[in-house]
């Protein structure tokens, strides 16, 4: 499928679309990027945004040899990929690996205004693979102001010129990119169960919190709860809450003169002797130990 009308459907077209931004890397310094220090690992040959864009339809049956990055900022729009479909909208982006058959168009009554990369690279498929269990390429993005100003800074650095270190500054902003999309798809939003659960251990250091009480707090079962935080962190609550109290720990050793009873205390640790062992396992060495250690 083109981009070629069909008669009696509206005009689709890749671009062309007022106060657009458009940066396209000229093959050649592509492919000699790929092959620098700094750059091999990813490169961007394209980069652009679209407001309000009327008509914006892409289809690529045979895929493209870049893995594509689109962040919706405002309307809307659908993306086909190998055949499945997924609604893109404010607050959202997504990634569509290279060589897999692809399709997007804006939507008709509210079209879409996006940013968007297209990056080649050694490391490209492990960023926007399944790193830390992503379960599908749509990501709803927790805070879209920051990743729009890293399209911004993207793009404006290849309207500037394409030379090595600019290109080298833009694989360091897409690397920025990529990684926020991957963390968004994993952290929790603002205001679910799984947030609130976590910033209630967060204020309560000095306690110990059972799973179940934690649990009838956000109005879930213990066990759905513990997989939400294991998705989220990698291990359960409790786990989580350890290293609440070790991190506020670390803290006390670095900025007072507290005695390590009295820092034990502090993160909700009875028994100094039990604290020392916790801190110990986490850190590789003893509360004391660790405060001895020059820093900075």
């Given at each position: ?41 990813m490169t961007v040959t394209d980069a652009g ?77 492990e960023l926007t693979g399944p790193l830390l ?164």
């Amino acid at each position: 499928m083109d981009e070629t009308p069909i008669s009696g459907e509206p005009f689709y077209r890749k671009d062309g679309f007022e106060n657009q931004r458009l940066c396209v890397v000229p093959r050649p310094q592509v492919e000699a990027a790929l092959e620098r220090a700094g750059t091999r690992r990813m490169t961007v040959t394209d980069a652009g945004y679209f407001p309000d864009a009327v008509g914006h339809r892409r289809a690529r049956p045979n895929g493209a040899a870049e893995t594509i990055v689109i962040l919706c900022v405002a309307g809307a729009g659908v993306v086909r990929i190998a055949g499945t479909a997924y609604a893109l909208t404010p607050r959202t982006s997504i990634t569509i690996p290279a060589h897999q058959p692809h399709e997007y168009q804006a939507s008709l009554d509210d079209p879409w205004t996006i940013w968007w990369m297209h990056v080649r690279g050694t490391d490209v498929s492990e960023l926007t693979g399944p790193l830390l269990g992503i379960p599908r390429p749509l990501t709803s993005l927790r805070a879209i102001a920051g990743v729009a100003a890293l399209f911004d800074e993207l793009v404006s650095l290849l309207e500037r010129r394409h030379s090595p270190a600019h290109l080298l500054a833009a694989s360091g902003v897409a690397w920025q990119l990529l990684t926020r999309v991957v963390a968004d798809s994993i952290l929790p939003a603002e205001g679910s169960a799984i947030e609130r659960a976590m910033r209630f251990l967060e204020t309560r250091v000095d306690s110990n919190i059972q799973v179940s009480e934690l649990a009838a707090m956000v109005g879930m079962s213990p066990s759905h709860l513990s997989a939400l935080f294991r998705r989220a962190t990698g291990s359960g609550p409790g786990a989580f809450h350890t290293s609440v109290k070790m991190a506020r720990a670390r803290s006390l050793l670095d900025t007072t003169a507290d005695s390590i009873g009295e820092i034990a205390s502090a993160v909700g640790y009875t028994d100094p002797l039990y604290f020392s062992r916790h801190f110990r396992r986490m850190h590789g060495v003893s509360p004391t130990q660790y405060r001895a250690q020059h820093k900075g």
